[in-house]
């Protein structure tokens, strides 16, 4: 409602085109701007207080917006400015509504949650126009935007009123939202499964974005429909998704998530199809239906297993990004499919979109991710005991492992142990190496340096029961019951020599350095 009452009286403002499409701008750019900062946020604060503060923001400025637009002293660019802040508590808080499903729901119910959350906002997408409209045209803009607000006081005496489970205790020191953010970024780079689902979620974006971009120009001067024609197009995705909804626990009990999510990017590739060829309205309709089906589906299942191939602990921050690139692929598919429907015309475009969809899906149904099986849930390390009070942010810290093992097997251990790389690297380590003592075939030492001593405070609290199960892995090839041998090591900065003092004082024994 927001957006659509928006966009009308943007029109009725200012008759430069340029302000019009600003207010598009001023709607999608928050999310690339604020998507990983929002989910490292998202994840160090307590999430309900984080979601009070960002609905009481939106509230506040949707709230603003009404007042303005009803006492006349709305401006175009303050209408820019507004939804920009708007879009900015959205983009925020995105993360959060989506990391917190989990405790919302029982474990089995968790696939479903995720389903009837994408149809809410399929739903939304659909009623919300409509709705506008109908306000709009009795009361105003003035009405919408307080309708928004209104929304949103609802939401947040929801979230008040909700009580969730105390979290665990924590024993490890809280983190600064800048190291928040590079611990996403860092755990996003060293697990290969995150980083397979944004690349599904960013070509399927790519191209189905198409259908977004251009479906507004075939309503209007390929089928000639006004407003309400348009409106009744956006009607058939809605319901196809609503049919998706209740059939896709059966689909996917049949064929999997991978390939479940094939079929459903072939529907949308042929609803790209039916809307590039079709001139009949009621067979637009079918085809957008069955685009809506496919759509809710590969998308929920998008949402799904990138919420469940990671820990809690990092949760927001992957959601985060993942929103960054669904947002991205949106805003980069429709500029280019947009370039490609002014040069090639629009029915050409979509049928391109359709063929490299179909094509990608085809080529790449080797590499869908599955479901996650490993066990996430926290299994903290016990964190050392030491003789000496360590600042927290002092560092870097280089930690040793070492092990005694039966040479005979060394090759099957090596093996083992760099599975332990990934682990610490995606917890906190930034570099990793793993060494054998040429003087004694027997002793290897693994090596890790972490940026702080705080920052490995959090790695042994970010162990979870999978990664206890890699390191048990390792045990077999131990060569008697005692454990490996860790040693912490601080680093010891270089001493700064005053003006004017000699670098003999700096050595020991007045001057003698080593080989004297």
């Known amino acids: 409602m927001q957006s659509t009452a928006g966009s009308w009286q943007m029109t009725r403002l200012s008759s430069s085109t340029l302000m019009v499409a600003l207010m598009q701008t001023a709607a999608n750019l ?34 603003l917006l009404g007042l303005l637009a009803a006492v006349g002293l709305l401006t175009p660019w303050t209408l820019v ?37 994408g149809l809410s906002v399929n739903l939304a997408r659909v009623l919300g126009p409509a709705l506008a409209g109908l306000v709009v045209a009795v009361s105003g803009p003035a009405a919408a935007y307080a309708l928004n607000a209104l929304s949103l006081v609802g939401v947040l005496v929801i979230v008040v009123w909700w009580r969730p489970d105390p979290p665990a205790a924590k024993n490890s020191p809280p ?32 191209f189905s974005s198409a259908l977004w971009a251009l479906l507004p120009v075939v309503a209007g001067s390929v089928l000639h429909l006004g407003a ?34 094939i079929w459903a990017a072939a529907l949308v590739a042929v609803a790209m199809l039916v809307v590039a060829q079709a001139r009949a309205i009621p067979l637009v309709c079918l085809g957008l239906a069955a685009g809506g089906m496919g759509w809710i589906e590969v998308m929920s299942c998008l949402n799904l297993l990138t919420l469940t191939a990671v820990p809690r602990w990092v ?59 490993e066990d996430l849930s926290p299994a903290p390390d016990a964190l050392p005991k030491l003789d000496q009070a360590v600042e927290p942010e002092s560092g870097p810290v280089l930690v040793t492992v070492e092990y005694r093992i039966d040479p005979a097997r060394r090759e099957s251990f ?87 003092e000699a670098a003999s004082e700096l050595l020991p024994g007045g001057g003698r350095g080593l080989g004297r």
């Open 30 to 63: 928050p999310a690339l701007l604020v998507g990983l900062p929002a989910g490292a946020l998202a994840d160090i604060m307590d999430r309900r207080k984080y979601l009070i503060a960002t609905q009481l923001w939106m509230a506040g400025a949707a709230a």
């Open 175 to 206: 983190e600064r939202i800048w190291s928040a953010v590079r611990a996403g970024l860092r755990y996003v780079r060293n697990a290969p499964s995150v980083r397979a689902l944004y690349a599904q979620a960013a070509v399927f974006i790519l």
């Open 315 to 373: 949760q927001a921050r992957v959601l985060g990004i993942y929103w960054v690139v669904v947002q991205g692929g949106l805003a980069a598919g429709s500029l280019a499919w947009g370039v490609a429907a002014s040069r090639q015309g629009v029915s050409a475009a979509l049928t391109w979109a359709s063929i490299g969809l179909v094509a990608v899906s085809l080529l790449g149904r080797g590499r869908q991710v599955a479901p996650a099986t």
């Open 228 to 261: 309400s024609g348009y409106g009744a197009l956006l009607a058939s995705f809605g319901m196809g998704a609503l049919v998706g909804v209740a059939l896709s626990p059966r689909l996917r009990a049949h064929l999997g998530p991978r390939r479940s999510m």
């Open 81 to 117: 400015a507004l939804t920009f802040v708007l879009a900015l508590g959205d983009a925020a808080d995105a993360p959060a509504w989506q990391a917190i499903t989990p405790d919302l729901v029982p474990k089995g119910s968790l696939p479903s949650a995720v389903l009837l959350g």
């Open 414 to 500: 090596t093996r083992a142990t760099r599975a332990l790389e990934r682990i610490r690297r995606r917890d906190g380590a930034y570099a990793w190496g793993l060494y054998c003592d040429l003087a004694d075939p027997a002793r290897y030492v693994e090596t890790f340096l972490v940026e702080s001593w705080a920052e490995h405070e959090r790695q042994h609290a970010r162990l979870t029961a999978a990664d206890r199960h890699v390191e048990d892995q390792i045990r077999p090839f131990l060569a008697g019951p005692a454990p490996p041998a860790v040693s912490h090591l601080m680093y010891v900065p270089p001493v700064q020599r005053h003006r004017g």
